[in-house]
């Protein structure tokens, strides 16, 4: 199933996403958490009719860094030996079509396309590998937006990472998936006839599989419903200039597609 989160004229709702391809699709409405029992209220919407939000409430969101050997390398990086982990703030969540916004203080700002896994109703706390699998409720498209200039200046990730609208999440959330090989592709440009290819890579090349990450992940932090694990970024990564329109498509999700504009 495809779960959303949506604005309608009546408000703010949780949604099934329904329909094939990407043109016709409508939006159920639910009356519970998308973790719940589901229970549809009888309304429904074409998905054109209605505004995408960041599909879930999250916590937290945990980003992974380096777990694409190719991306470890063009920055002249080794791969980790364990699991390379950072939070990014849940104000950094927007959702699709929401504007990424370049602050004045970098000079800077990276795309990165990544698979993201959404922790469900269990949560999760000190899991083997079984557990972790068990505590996944679904899968979206992140983007662990970067000031690069200045993760490379201070000695921690925070500030790079954490500036509002640095974490596109969405569209929507998708269950029963086999994750183990999927292409993740970004586009970047300013013409949505000719977007240029940055970022090609496939799910299959994580250093350390999902499982592992989750259950790495609960040993250090509780995982609470709702919580996002960015699973890392392929190669490719390059700037995102205003003007620019990123899109991040990853097979059998969708397509996160988000402006770039300035802060000022």
Same mark, same amino acid.
């Given at each position: ?35 719940? /029992? ?5 309304? =429904? ?14 916590? $937290? ?11 470890? %390398?063009?920055?002249?990086? *080794?791969?980790? /030996? ?7 703030? @849940? ?18 700002? &990276? &795309? *990165? %396309? &990544? ?13 083997? =590998?079984?557990?972790? &699998? /068990? ?11 970067? %000031?690069?200039?200045?993760?490379? /200046? ?7 990472? +954490? ?40 799910? $299959? ?29 392929? %190669?490719?990564?390059? *700037? ?13 999700? +969708? ?6 504009? @300035?802060? *000022?």
């Amino acid at each position: 199933m495809r779960f959303a989160r949506f604005v309608h004229a009546g408000g703010v709702s949780f949604g099934v996403v329904e329909g094939d391809g990407s043109s016709g699709l409508t939006v159920a409405e639910i009356g519970s958490l998308p973790f719940e /029992k589901v229970q549809f209220t009888g309304q =429904r919407w074409a998905l054109a009719d209605v505004r995408l939000l960041a599909p879930i409430f999250s916590s $937290k969101v945990i980003g992974v860094g380096r777990n694409y050997a190719d991306h470890a %390398a063009e920055f002249g990086n *080794e791969v980790p /030996k364990e699991p390379l982990i950072f939070i990014k703030p @849940s104000t950094s969540v927007i959702g699709p079509n929401d504007a990424i916004r370049l602050p004045p203080a970098s000079q800077r700002v &990276e &795309e *990165e %396309a &990544e698979l993201a896994v959404v922790i469900g109703a269990t949560g999760a706390r000190r899991v083997d =590998r079984a557990g972790a &699998e /068990k505590a996944i409720f679904g899968y979206t498209i992140g983007n662990d937006v970067t %000031a690069r200039d200045l993760q490379r /200046k201070d000695p921690q990730w925070t500030r790079a990472k +954490g500036f509002d609208s640095f974490c596109p999440i969405g569209p929507w959330i998708v269950t029963d998936l086999d994750v183990s090989d999927l292409e993740i592709r970004c586009e970047v440009g300013r013409n949505p006839e000719a977007m240029e290819v940055r970022q090609i890579g496939r799910t $299959k090349d994580m250093v350390f599989d999902i499982p592992t990450l989750v259950s790495y992940v609960s040993h250090v932090m509780t995982l609470l419903p709702g919580d996002i694990i960015l699973t890392g970024t392929p %190669a490719g990564v390059s *700037e995102l200039t205003v003007g620019d329109t990123c899109s991040i498509t990853i097979q059998g999700i +969708g397509a996160l597609t988000n402006p770039v504009v @300035s802060l *000022e």
